[in-house]
């Protein structure tokens, strides 16, 4: 997305007490771990607050299984439209994008570009697409 001129923040939780040293100082993404979470699992940190407050047009969680401190990050953010893989009791996303548990993080990050650029370019081509254009059929989403 960063090829794309987006301005991309990143934010991961870490289930485990503390970050590694790699962890803290990682160059492109923010992470959070269990000891900075409150007693209820919400994440009491500056780093979530400092994430939370920025307004994102776009909020994806590629979280596989719901965890209370991500899901608290998603529901605290200011983000316009908020996209993502898990579907529980009182979600906060917008758009809900259904994969086999077996697919890989990869395979799902390009199924949220794909979506998201159906969604936001009317412009957007499907592979083929153009071909049964020029013969006069139409195609809708």
Do not use: C
């Not at 962890?23 to 940190?45: A, D, M, V």
């Not at 939370?52 to 719901?66: N, Q, S, V």
Request: net charge neutral; aromatic share 10%.
């Amino acid at each position: 997305m960063k090829k794309k001129n987006l301005d991309v923040h990143t934010i991961g939780y870490v289930d485990i007490k503390e970050l590694s040293v790699g962890l803290e100082q990682h160059p492109t993404t923010t992470f959070f771990s269990k000891k900075e979470l409150s007693w209820n699992g919400i994440p009491k940190s500056q780093k979530v607050a400092d994430f939370t407050e920025i307004r994102l047009d776009i909020l994806i969680d590629f979280t596989r299984r719901e965890l209370m401190p991500v899901r608290s990050v998603v529901a605290l953010s200011h983000a316009s439209f908020k996209v993502g893989f898990q579907n529980y009791y009182h979600n906060p996303f917008d758009f809900i994008l259904s994969v086999k548990e077996s697919e890989s993080l990869s395979y799902i990050i390009e199924q949220g570009k794909h979506y998201l650029m159906a969604i936001n370019n009317r412009h957007y081509q499907v592979a083929g697409e153009e071909d049964s254009k020029l013969k006069g059929d139409s195609t809708s989403i």
